[in-house]
T-cell receptor, first 113, second 112 residues
Framework: GDSVTQMEGPVTLSEEAFLTINCTYT??????LFWYVQYPGEGLQLLLK?????DKGSNKGFEATYRKETTSFHLEKGSVQVSDSAVYFC????????????FGAGTQVVVTP | NAGVTQTPKFRILKIGQSMTLQCAQD?????MYWYRQDPGMGLKLIYY???????DKGEVPNGYNVSRSTTEDFPLRLELAAPSQTSVYFC???????????FGSGTQLSVL
């Protein structure tokens, strides 16, 4: 079945550093891809998405490009802030008609001042 | 709009007890989902529903039951709680045309 693999955390960075979180997927079709973010004590929130190959999703300074040739959807941000400390989940939407999301294990990011 | 509302926020159960986790959404979404989140394991789908009266099993349904009698509500039932069900439970919903999933704030459940 479809699955998502993302890099393990925690990732610890200093403020203004460059952030990359790797995400690769396995799918039989052409799924939509997502990044969700979970701040402490809260539910997940959609950060960005891409629905087809070569699409770039972006939001709040974060970007990710749907790469079909490498089956990847890596998340990047050029200059992180302390407020970006959270757990980030890569996910794909099943290509079946019910559209269930498959999540990666999550990557905790800690940004220090 | 309140979005997706889950109750309770915290609960401690003894082994063998039963309880229902409540989930309600006010966005008229057809699709609703229950996930559990275990440390370092990401989210696993327990059950989902594509509309009132229609439910189906997800990846980890054993030990749980659901019902969907209305569009708004999607309760999750634990009949005989076991320590393996200690987890954080999230309810989510989405509209038919929108891929964005809206999550509740979660229920932290401990079974001792």
């Amino acid at each position: 079945g479809d699955s998502v693999t993302q890099m393990e955390g925690p990732v610890t960075l200093s403020e203004e550093a460059f952030l990359t979180i790797n995400c690769t997927y396995t799918a039989t079709g052409y799924p939509s891809l997502f990044w969700y973010v979970q701040y402490p004590g809260e539910g997940l929130q959609l950060l960005l998405k891409a629905t087809k190959a070569d699409d770039k999703g972006s939001n709040k300074g974060f970007e990710a490009t749907y790469r079909k040739e490498t089956t990847s959807f890596h998340l990047e941000k050029g200059s992180v802030q302390v407020s970006d400390s959270a757990v980030y989940f890569c996910a794909l939407r099943d290509t079946d008609s019910w559209g269930k999301l498959q999540f990666g294990a999550g990557t905790q990011v800690v940004v220090t001042p | 709009n309140a979005g997706v509302t889950q109750t309770p926020k915290f609960r401690i159960l003894k082994i063998g007890q039963s309880m229902t986790l409540q989930c309600a959404q006010d966005m008229n979404h057809n699709y609703m989902y229950w996930y559990r989140q275990d440390p370092g394991m990401g989210l696993k789908l327990i059950y989902y529903s594509v509309g009132a009266g229609i439910t189906d099993k997800g990846e980890v349904p054993n030990g749980y039951n659901v019902s969907r009698s209305t569009t708004e509500d999607f309760p999750l039932r634990l009949e005989l709680a076991a320590p393996s069900q200690t987890s954080v439970y999230f309810c989510a919903s989405r509209g038919t045309e929108n891929e964005k999933l809206f999550f509740g704030s979660g229920t932290q459940l401990s079974v001792l």
